[in-house]
């Protein structure tokens, strides 16, 4: 697994400040916002301006360079080495909602308020399978190669699509993940336009994103990237991989409904089918990371699509939203989210809901408010409920030879 | 204005060395730049030269000096800046 977030460069970072309750969140700055609101962000503080020449770096969209980071970590703890046949059967699955947007941002910048010119680079670095492919020319992967985009739960259904060509048989390993760096004046400002982002929190801005809160106040945009190593069974126990768990399920369910607005109905339908193919009961699922995003309705509908599959439950399922630390990372997000979800499982710790100070009447499940919760977890499922109505659910558990 | 030495600073801060190991003779492509790499290097010297560089111009160029004489040519062709 790797993992380059607002909370973290590296799995191991980002779960243990999942656990910790160490917010990535910060007031945005002046400088970054033209905006009037007060807004608050996610964004990766590591400085990666070195891990590239400055001619290679230019190349690539900042999505691209976290996107590259998370797939270079996963591969080196996979210990993935192909031959020249095997990476023939290698694939890579992607998710991201914008790609190289920020390219394409600043292109239209300097072309109607700046130099008047457009940089060579700006198709490749905008257009939206980049990542995906700089990850397979990085590291030779010359099997099935999809970019997916589905909003916020693209990374979600790139996974669960790579599980399903290897259950096909299409490849015999995928790295599947996704990523999103969208911390852009333009970008901010079209979301502030939806009213659906958070107002800095006045007191303590880390504090801004509220999920399942009373005084929630919306979603905090966030960025990094998040990449898995899937492999199919016989050839990861044949060559004695280390198995961080067990893919069991994927589900994909549609709404129908609004562009925006989420439904339970899709969510339900999406759930059920993830724990159909895990072959789980409800009761088997000792942990729901939530999609969570900290928005008026979308937790509401959520909690409403929790009681409905998991019925008697529900009440005494521990669900959480780690958004609150690490921010939306939209396209990037279910990635980072599966991550943390594994995480549990290995380290037999839920990482709390943070920042849930007020309890809303209208979401009334177990959140594990604020602290972390050792308990056994051997399986997990993670929701991600995209606009358009997209929802994508995956479910794992400790693997078991 | 020494062109060729402009073209090699400009060169070993895009693409890295020193301006003085570069081998102006040498092919571009062999000093680890693509296609894609030099004509990002060409907007960057249309910056630093502060005229364009038109494409049928740069097309059949192979080296930095071949670029060189190029860009000394187009600096003859342009009219006098007044005085």
Not at chain 2, 59 to 66: C, M
């Amino acid at each position: 697994m790797g993992a380059i977030a607002p909370i973290g460069a590296s799995p191991g970072e980002c779960f243990e400040s999942a656990v910790c309750g160490r917010s990535g969140v910060e007031r945005v700055p002046a400088e970054l916002y033209t905006g009037t609101a007060s807004l608050a962000a996610a964004r990766v503080r590591t400085d990666i301006s070195g891990y590239w020449p400055a001619h290679q770096r230019a190349q690539l969209d900042r999505a691209a360079q976290l996107a590259l980071i998370a797939a270079a970590q996963a591969i080196a703890d996979a210990e993935l080495y192909l031959s020249d046949e095997e990476s023939l059967r290698a694939g890579v699955y992607w998710g991201t909602g914008l790609g190289g947007a920020t390219s394409i941002e600043e292109s239209y910048r300097q072309l109607l308020l700046g130099s008047g010119r457009v940089r060579p680079t700006t198709v490749v670095m905008g257009m939206n399978n980049a990542a995906a492919g700089q990850i397979s020319i990085a590291n030779g992967l010359r099997g099935p190669l999809l970019n997916v985009s589905t909003a916020c739960s693209s990374s979600a259904t790139a996974i669960g699509e790579a599980y399903r060509a290897l259950l096909a048989g299409y490849a015999d390993v995928i790295v599947a993940g996704g990523s999103e760096a969208l911390i852009t004046d333009g970008n901010l400002r079209a979301w502030d336009a939806m009213q659906a982002l958070a107002h800095a929190d006045a007191n303590d801005a880390s504090r801004s994103c509220k999920p399942f809160s009373a005084n929630r106040t919306g979603i905090v945009l966030g960025e990094g990237a998040a990449a898995l190593v899937l492999e199919r069974e016989d050839r990861a126990r044949a060559r004695g991989a280390r198995i961080h768990a067990e893919l069991a399920g994927y589900g994909n369910a549609s709404d129908a409904r609004g562009i925006s607005k989420p439904d339970a109905d899709g969510q339900v339908r999406a759930m059920r089918a993830a724990l159909a193919e895990a072959r789980a009961n409800p009761d088997d699922i000792d942990y729901v990371n939530a999609h969570g995003t900290a928005t008026q309705i979308g937790d509401v509908v959520e909690t409403t699509a929790l009681k409905c599959v998991f019925g008697d439950r529900a009440r005494a399922l521990p669900v959480s939203s780690t958004k609150a630390l690490h921010g939306h990372l939209m396209g990037g997000t279910g990635a980072l989210e599966l991550v943390l979800s594994i995480g549990a499982i290995g380290r037999c710790v839920i990482p709390p809901t943070a920042h849930l100070e007020e309890p809303d009447p209208a979401c009334d499940l177990d959140y594990v408010p604020n602290q972390a919760r050792a308990t056994r977890v051997s399986a997990v499922m993670s929701n991600s409920f995209g606009f358009g109505g997209m929802n994508a659910v995956l479910v794992a558990r400790a693997y078991q030879s | 204005m020494d062109t060729i030495k402009t073209i090699k600073e400009l060169a070993a801060k895009q693409f890295g060395g020193e301006a003085d190991a570069i081998d102006e003779n040498a092919p571009v492509d062999q000093l680890g730049i693509d296609s894609l790499g030099f004509l990002e290097f060409l907007f960057e010297l249309e910056d630093a030269m502060g005229f364009p560089i038109p494409q049928e111009s740069v097309a059949h160029v192979r080296t930095l000096r071949e670029l060189a004489t190029v860009i000394d040519e187009l600096i003859a062709a342009r009219p006098a800046a007044p005085a």
